[in-house]
T-cell receptor, first 110, second 113 residues
Framework: NAGVTQTPKFQVLKTGQSMTLQCAQD?????MSWYRQDPGMGLRLIHY???????DQGEVPNGYNVSRSTTEDFPLRLLSAAPSQTSVYFC?????????FGPGTRLTVT | KQEVTQIPAALSVPEGENLVLNCSFT??????LQWFRQDPGKGLTSLLL?????REQTSGRLNASLDKSSGRSTLYIAASQPGDSATYLC????????????FGTGTRLTIIP
């Protein structure tokens, strides 16, 4: 099993550009989540999904969209990047007591 | 709204010492409490998960306890080693599923050889 994979590892965007952060898992987990990690603030939940076709907002959803068309994939879309979205983004998948995080995507918006 | 606090933000101890990391949460209506380890530039690795009906969990040199009534959890590391150096985060989960965790800001632990 590859676990949770995220692409890209690094990305630089200009203000106003859009992009999609990819997340995939091969463990057939139902639950997936996106978090952002900022210095001194811990991880904050952006969006989550409890199964294919079902998504919901977390603590900081503004400026981000998600969809879950398959169990394996949970992409995060930035609609119009802003400097405040500079962060490290982590995807997680979970099933019962099993929980795995991806290696993260470091995003810089200039 | 759940708030999770970890104090201190950083801790340095000599190799071989036993140590305790602290985590406090404001809403005791949690389903479970998890402890994670994060190495620099890496993702998170789950260390221990304590369900609300449990008081503690152990894995090797790690022992985590949970006191819901006081809103506290501790992670005890026995006989610390330089390889234990990392940032340790705790997270509270309000429901079964672990998809909506509220994280603390972490304690950066350095073990001095």
């Amino acid at each position: 099993n590859a676990g949770v994979t995220q692409t890209p590892k690094f990305q630089v965007l200009k203000t106003g550009q859009s992009m999609t952060l990819q997340c995939a898992q091969d463990m057939n987990h139902e639950y997936m989540s996106w978090y952002r990690q900022d210095p001194g603030m811990g991880l904050r939940l952006i969006h989550y999904s409890v199964g294919a076709g079902i998504t919901d907002q977390g603590e900081v959803p503004n400026g981000y969209n998600v969809s879950r068309s398959t169990t394996e994939d949970f992409p995060l879309r930035l609609l119009s990047a802003a400097p405040s979205q500079t962060s490290v983004y982590f995807c997680a998948s979970t099933q019962g007591r099993e929980q795995y995080f991806g290696p993260g995507t470091r995003l810089t918006v200039t | 709204k759940q708030e999770v606090t970890q104090i201190p933000a950083a801790l340095s101890v000599p190799e071989g010492e036993n140590l305790v990391l602290n985590c406090s949460f404001t809403d005791s209506a949690i389903y479970n409490l998890q402890w994670f380890r994060q190495d620099p530039g890496k993702g998170l690795t789950s260390l221990l998960l304590i369900q609300s009906s449990q008081r503690e969990q152990t894995s090797g040199r790690l022992n985590a306890s949970l006191d819901k009534s006081s809103g506290r959890s501790t992670l005890y590391i026995a006989a610390s080693q330089p390889g234990d150096s990392a940032t340790y985060l705790c997270a509270a989960d309000p429901f079964f599923g672990n998809e909506k965790l509220t994280f603390g800001t972490g304690t950066r632990l350095t073990i001095i050889p």
